[in-house]
């Protein structure tokens, strides 16, 4: 199956500083990445939806200028979490998709923010 | 916005049992995938079903899409320890976002 890869896998960070998430596909030219966040113990919730060379698209709700996605190339977006607060403490997971609807998962990131 | 529910929410059985979860919407799916997601570790695509009646099999695996598209069950036969997990319902509903389920969280008891 795809392989997507996230770095760093886990990362602890002092409140007010920022984070960067690296999300890539190994193997093939995602068409689209996604943004997801999960909660202990609840299921995923899409953040935003990025595509190559575009402006990310966010859910409701979500900050874009606290969440900055960057979709470089077809293989790499990243998400910053800025001036990160202790509530941004959570488990980030990215995806990838190329065709079809099928959407591949990376490893996902725990944030810790203290 | 579409809602799905699984349901149980959580489920413990002895290995070698039979089980059931579903996963129901309150809308139509354009397509619908399962996935299982173990600790600290993303979720893992199992299946993809698009057709109203759909089933598929992966080895012990039996997923069933509904016929009006707007439900799916997950039957394990002969559950194993190597089958614990959180498995989660996707779907879409006419675009490329992917809306997941409340989650089921098994556990087979050795």
């Known amino acids: 199956g795809a392989v997507v890869s996230q770095h760093p896998s886990r990362v602890i960070c002092k409140s007010g500083t920022s984070v960067k998430i690296e999300c890539r596909s190994l193997d093939f030219q995602a068409t689209t990445m996604f943004w997801y966040r999960q909660f202990p113990k609840q299921s995923l919730m899409l953040m935003a939806t990025?595509?190559?060379?575009?402006?990310?698209?966010?859910e409701q709700g979500v900050e874009k200028d606290k969440f900055l996605i960057n979709h470089a190339s077809l293989t790499l977006s990243t998400l910053t979490v800025t001036s990160a607060h202790p509530e941004d403490s959570s488990f980030y997971i990215c995806?990838?998709?190329?065709?079809?609807?099928?959407?591949?998962f990376g490893p996902g990131t725990r944030l810790t923010v203290t | 916005t579409q809602l799905l529910e699984q349901s149980p929410q959580f489920l413990s059985i002895q290995e070698g049992e039979n089980l059931t979860v579903y996963c129901n919407s309150s809308s139509v799916f354009s397509s619908l995938q399962w996935y299982r997601q173990e600790p600290g570790e993303g979720p893992v695509l199992l299946v993809t079903?698009?057709?109203?009646?759909e089933v598929k099999k992966l080895k012990r695996l039996t997923f069933q899409f509904g016929d009006a598209r707007k439900d799916s069950s997950l039957h394990i036969t002969a559950a194993q320890p190597g089958d614990t997990g959180l498995y989660l319902c996707?779907?879409?509903?006419?675009?490329?976002?992917?809306?997941f389920g409340t989650g089921t969280r098994l556990t087979i008891i050795p």
């Open positions: 990025s595509n190559e060379g575009s402006k990310a698209t966010y």
């Open positions: 996707a779907g879409t509903f006419g675009n490329e976002k992917l809306t």
């Open positions: 995806s990838a998709r190329w065709e079809g609807v099928e959407q591949y």
């Open positions: 079903v698009v057709t109203g009646g």
